[in-house]
């Protein structure tokens, strides 16, 4: 499906193949130190052939992604991936992750991603996401709080949970909420 960003380009937006590794392992190059920072919480400078198999081939139920892709773009770059991974102990529960490329952070990407992964995660009987933000990373904490979530405090990490509600009127009146009820619309289609 093509979604638009705030300012109104078109991105492509998919689930995850195995043969997107090059495009990952491209996208994460183009990640600032700080954005590798704040996606894996350690000083992770290169993808293993391992990490892009994990990240890529995967089940789709209990292990989700969505990749956002410029298609108007030379070789057609990745932007963004949202993924979950549903907690074994917990199966209403998954972790949930978010990364963009600097050069599209701020524009609404990772909000449009995360919705699509919500209607995603609803449809396999997820309940609830639960991520792990750095306190310095207020524009995602804010992004969370927005769509209803609890956050606690835990070891210097903020641990987020985020309502997954089955029916999209039920998310919060917020601009975040709105763009997920937006999203929903434009999935079901």
Not at 14 to 33: E, T
Not at 48 to 64: G, K, P, Q, V, W
Not at 139 to 153: H, K, N, S, W, Y
Request: hydrophobic share 40%.
């Amino acid at each position: 499906m093509t979604l638009r960003l705030r300012d109104g380009v078109p991105v492509r937006v998919r689930p995850v193949v195995p043969d997107d590794k090059a495009l990952l392992q491209d996208a994460f190059h183009r990640l600032s130190p700080t954005s590798r920072y704040r996606r894996f919480m350690s000083a992770v400078k290169e993808l293993s052939a391992r990490d892009l198999e994990r990240f890529t081939e995967i089940d789709y139920t209990n292990h989700m992604a969505w990749v956002a892709i410029d298609e108007n773009a030379p070789g057609h770059p990745l932007l963004a991936v949202a993924r979950y991974v549903r907690l074994p102990h917990e199966p209403e529960t998954a972790e949930v992750a978010v990364a963009v490329v600097d050069s599209h952070q701020g524009r609404g990407l990772g909000t449009l991603l995360l919705g699509v992964l919500s209607r995603s995660a609803a449809g396999n009987g997820i309940r609830r996401f639960l991520a792990y933000v750095l306190p310095e990373n207020a524009p995602m904490t804010q992004i969370f709080r927005d769509l209803g979530a609890t956050v606690e405090f835990e070891r210097d990490v903020y641990r987020v949970y985020v309502p997954v509600p089955e029916d999209p009127r039920e998310l919060p009146k917020t601009a975040a909420g709105r763009v997920f009820a937006a999203v929903a619309r434009q999935y079901a289609s």
